[in-house]
């Protein structure tokens, strides 16, 4: 059997995060993209959160099980498993799409109570990478099971058997859809489902809107929201997917990460909850003049006069056929996930294990601020931009506290968003925003003679404001994350920073993105 000694290491440059160290043959260009680090970071403290969640609700259901017991034998097997359940390794993980094997052995050394992580690559190159990266981390090939094979074929292969995977990761380079099908199969019931995709051109609609629906079945829309929309879509998919096998999602946390998505949703089997997925999803209307949007559900639940649930499709549209505010045409986005895009309950405790473990994460301060901004966002789809707003009435930027005072002082809520700097996150209706710009001009009047006659500016300031804006500052203006001085929203880290290249057609190891 080789051992460590058995690796020639002056062959080799080597890498270390979190608690692994990986080796990258001297001779290849290699591609190890630091800027990763944080994705598999808010892996591994979003698993151990739920692991805990996991273990607790399968302890719950062995103790109910335990009170009923009819008899010693199997009151005595039934304590067995709850001994096993509290102390034992209980979860197991599947890594699709396993390259160096880094995410692998990293979850391995850094996720307590692992079983077993399977780590997959369709590449011989990549599978001796994997194999040889174990060996260097003092690891069994039991504990983290190199396996050659199609992604797709390893996920497909549980279909019909008793193998399931309590945690299926996808993070392929560009887009998860081919693997989805699979996926929402392969996990367990309650498990884990944890999905990258890094085609964010297309999903924020800034490219191709056709291809955006082929590969997730909604189309984007790019002007007010694109980085939510792209989200929503996203988790759409995995309910349209999930929903063919009688099973639902529940987003836990849902964050929109420089060039990439990355989404964690557990998966459940409840045909009743798969019957509410129609009023969980939405047609979303954006103005394409003012930008102005509005949330249509596809279905809707009533209760009878005998409690059972009705679905019925929703009433509408929102939207007259041009926009209120400037009577422009609409644009059409979607089918997409209109439902809360986060667990908070499940977003405090990720958040509070970071705080407790801020030692074993190379990115915890930035871990903790988009938490904290998640933990803080308002439950309501979408948001506007300061940009947008301003930009559209052709006025002086008017500063986020003054803007957040007003809308609080109307008597609603608002937040940002974590999907980008200066967003507006609110219950607010349109005509409140509006309203609000135009006693803001009122204040900080625009040059009138500079505007087009056709501009959404002037159909929106040709109206007086319904609503009394009031901008005293209010002391729910300034949030919590911005008080502390956290690492609200990622600067650029290096020059040049992104995905890197994708890997050739004959893909080695050695030279793919890591």
């Known amino acids: 059997m080789s051992t460590v000694s058995d690796i020639d290491i002056t062959q080799y440059n080597t890498v ?36 805990d969640m996991f273990s607790q609700e399968k302890a719950k259901k062995l103790e109910a099980k335990l009170s009923r017991a009819k008899d010693d034998a199997a009151r005595e097997h039934l304590q067995k498993n709850l001994d096993h359940q509290n102390t034992g390794n209980h979860f197991t993980v599947l ?100 999905v990258t995709c890094t085609d964010l051109a297309i999903l924020a609609g800034s490219m191709h809107p056709e291809t955006c629906f082929g590969k997730y079945g909604g189309m984007p829309l790019k002007g007010m929201f694109p980085h939510e929309m792209a989200l929503r879509l996203v988790l759409q998919m995995l309910q349209t997917s999930a929903g063919r096998y009688k099973r639902h999602i529940v987003p836990l946390v849902s964050c929109s990460i420089d060039f990439y998505l990355r989404v964690f949703v557990r998966v459940f089997t409840s045909p009743n909850e798969v019957k509410k997925s129609a009023s969980r999803m939405a047609i979303m209307y954006e103005c394409s003049g003012c930008h102005s949007y509005s949330v249509q559900p596809l279905g809707k639940v009533s209760l009878k006069d005998n409690g059972a649930e009705r679905h019925t499709p929703a009433t ?47 990115t915890s301060q930035r871990m903790k601020g988009m938490l904290s901004v998640i933990k803080e966002e308002v439950d309501a789809p979408l948001y506007w931009t300061l940009s947008r707003l301003c930009g559209t009435v052709h006025c002086n930027s008017i500063p986020m506290m003054d803007l957040f005072s007003a809308i609080l ?18 219950d607010a209706p349109s005509d409140l925003m509006w309203d609000i710009m135009r006693a803001w001009v009122k204040k900080n009047p625009v040059v009138m003679k500079n505007i087009a006659e056709n501009s959404p500016a002037r159909a929106i300031l040709s109206k007086e404001p319904t609503y009394e804006v009031d901008f005293t500052k209010h002391p729910g203006c300034s949030a919590e994350s911005r008080s502390e001085h956290l690492v609200r929203y990622q600067v650029n880290p290096t020059a040049n920073w992104g995905p890197k290249a994708r890997s050739g057609k004959k893909r080695k190891t050695d030279e793919q993105v890591f």
């Open 409 to 426: 002082n109307a008597g609603y809520k608002v937040s940002s968003s974590h999907c980008g700097r200066q967003t507006i996150k609110t």
């Open 316 to 362: 509408g549209p929102t939207v007259n056929a041009y926009c209120d505010h400037c009577k422009n045409p609409h644009h059409i986005g979607g089918p997409a996930w209109g439902a809360n895009i986060h667990d908070k309950s499940f977003v405090e405790k990720m958040l509070q294990h970071v705080k407790e473990n801020e030692d074993k994460y190379g």
């Open 95 to 194: 890594e699709a799409l396993g390259a160096s094997g880094l995410r692998s052995i990293r979850y391995a050394k850094e996720l307590p109570r692992l079983k077993q992580v399977v780590c997959n690559d369709i590449e011989e190159d990549a599978l001796e990478s994997i194999k040889r990266n174990v060996k260097y981390n003092g690891l069994s090939e039991d504990l983290v099971r190199p396996n050659l094979g199609d992604a797709m074929k390893v996920l497909y292969e549980t279909v019909g058997s008793d193998i399931k995977y309590d945690v299926v990761d996808l993070d392929p380079y560009g887009s998860a859809a081919p693997f989805v099908d699979g996926a929402v199969q392969a996990v367990s019931d309650g498990g884990l489902l944890c």
């Open 16 to 51: 270390t995060e979190g608690q692994a160290t990986i080796l990258f043959p001297k001779h290849n260009e290699v591609f190890y993209n630091p800027v990763q680090e944080f994705n598999r970071d808010m892996s591994i403290a979003a698993i151990r959160t739920w692991s």
